[in-house]
């Protein structure tokens, strides 16, 4: 029986080494250095990090959704390649944003990521796989929570971004 359980907890323990194989090219969401904050013409709001959390704040909506945004920048993604961003999060009050990949340079045009994440008061764990398109060289793309559609606060943590 000792042996039984013992061999389960190696198996385990090796099939979820295995499982968490692939590196997140994404940077710690619960530092503030690893976001850019963006606001907009009369777009605004704030950021700050909890714990293991960051927070985003919009406390101006002025029409445009793009004119607040919580930015990861300098991801190295190529074309063709298959990527995963996963995380958590949830919105006070429940609330729809955005989440767009993008170059981060001007034209700031779509690299295949760009979703609807239906938040609620609860944490809710969040996945979206997409096929990276005409990305930028030299770790010039972004992913994007565009928050100024509405007032509120979002907050994510774990967040990560894989090959698929």
Same mark, same amino acid.
């Given at each position: ?13 090796? @099939? ?21 904050? %963006? ?8 950021? !700050? ?7 985003? $704040? ?13 930015? /990861?920048? @300098? ?5 063709? =390649? $298959? ?7 949830? @919105? ?5 944003? !955005? ?15 760009? %979703?609807?994440? $239906?938040?609620?008061?609860?944490? =809710? ?5 997409? !096929? ?6 030299? =770790? ?8 100024? @559609?509405? !007032?509120?606060?979002? /907050?994510? =943590?774990?967040?990560?971004?894989? %090959?698929?």
């Amino acid at each position: 029986m000792k042996f039984s359980i013992i061999a389960i907890a190696l198996l385990l323990s090796v @099939g979820i080494a295995f499982a968490s194989d692939k590196p997140n090219l994404g940077k710690p969401s619960n530092k503030a250095e690893n976001w850019r904050f %963006e606001q907009h013409e009369a777009g605004k709001g704030t950021m !700050k990090i909890d714990g293991d959390a960051a927070v985003f $704040e919009t406390t101006n909506a002025d029409g445009e959704d793009w004119h607040v945004q919580a930015v /990861m920048t @300098g991801l190295d993604l190529k074309d063709g =390649k $298959e990527y995963v961003v996963s995380f958590k999060a949830k @919105g006070d009050p429940a609330r729809t944003i !955005k989440l767009a990949g993008t170059i981060d340079v001007d034209d700031w045009h779509a690299i295949g990521l760009s %979703e609807d994440v $239906e938040l609620t008061k609860d944490w =809710k764990d969040f996945s979206f796989p997409f !096929k990276a398109d005409s990305v930028a060289a030299d =770790k010039k793309n972004r992913v994007a929570f565009v928050l100024g @559609g509405d !007032k509120g606060t979002v /907050m994510v =943590k774990d967040l990560t971004i894989t %090959e698929k």
